[in-house]
């Protein structure tokens, strides 16, 4: 059972642009969305997470938009720059603070 | 700013023999945590670790593997007879204790290659 569904796979946007990954759960216990950013060779990077008792946050050019109701949850990034190019994985837990559940992951790429 | 280490970098392995891999969590983080990403896919949970015992495991995580935390600083992942599958990036995480729930940090990942 995939607790996170993840789209797009890959996008690829202008440097300036929008990027936007979108991210769906099932599980309602959920109560911590997190969203990593994880270049080549690395490993995954806290970007910016979210409780569901807001339904948006925003730090610098990351913002998340949260849709209780919906189940969804995305990342918005603005003025995209080459700099972001790198692969972007929303995640989800329940309070215990045990384990995670990943998305699949999308590639962003951000063309000058 | 502080950093969850992981040791090798990258392990290559013959199949059947028994492979440690080495974190040293950030030093004052309570949980620790394994997981595991094979190439091109998803990073899956193995197993969390929290007051010297295990806490959670997934199905992944079976008689094969075992944690350790054998000092104060080291947290260690083994496989006792690797498999092919098993080939994949592991990666160690921590974070503290407190509410709400505190973020995980990861380590940059050992590689392991079985042949």
């Known amino acids: 059972q995939q607790q996170v569904k993840q789209s797009p796979q890959s996008l690829i946007v202008q440097k300036g642009g929008i990027s936007i990954i979108n991210c769906a759960y099932e599980?309602?216990?959920?109560?911590?969305f997190p969203w990593y950013q994880q270049f080549p060779g690395k490993g995954p990077a806290l970007l910016i997470a979210?409780?569901?008792?807001?339904s948006e946050k925003k730090e610098g050019r990351f913002t998340i938009s949260f849709n209780k109701s919906a189940k969804q949850f995305s990342l918005h990034i603005m003025d995209s720059q080459p700099g972001d190019s790198a692969t972007y994985f929303c995640?989800?837990?329940?309070?215990?603070?045990?384990?995670?559940?990943f998305g699949t992951g999308t590639s962003l790429t951000v063309i000058p | 700013e502080p950093e969850v280490t992981q040791t090798p970098s990258h392990q290559v392995t013959q199949m059947g023999q028994e492979v440690i891999l080495r974190c040293v969590p950030i030093?004052?983080?309570?949980?620790f945590y394994w997981y595991r990403q094979i190439l091109g896919q998803k990073v899956e949970f193995l197993v969390s670790?929290?007051?010297?015992?295990?806490?959670?495991k997934s199905e992944i995580f079976d008689d094969q593997f075992s944690v350790e935390r054998p000092d104060g600083s080291n947290f260690t992942l083994k496989i006792r007879s690797t498999k092919l599958e098993d080939s994949a990036m592991y990666f160690c995480?921590?974070?503290?204790?407190?509410?709400?729930?505190?973020?995980?940090?990861f380590g940059d990942g050992t590689r392991l290659s079985i042949l």
């Open positions: 995480a921590s974070r503290r204790q407190g509410r709400p729930n505190q973020p995980q940090h």
């Open positions: 599980n309602t216990a959920f109560d911590y």
């Open positions: 979210i409780r569901p008792d807001v």
């Open positions: 995640a989800a837990s329940i309070n215990t603070g045990n384990q995670f559940y």
């Open positions: 030093s004052n983080h309570l949980y």
């Open positions: 670790f929290y007051n010297n015992e295990i806490s959670e």
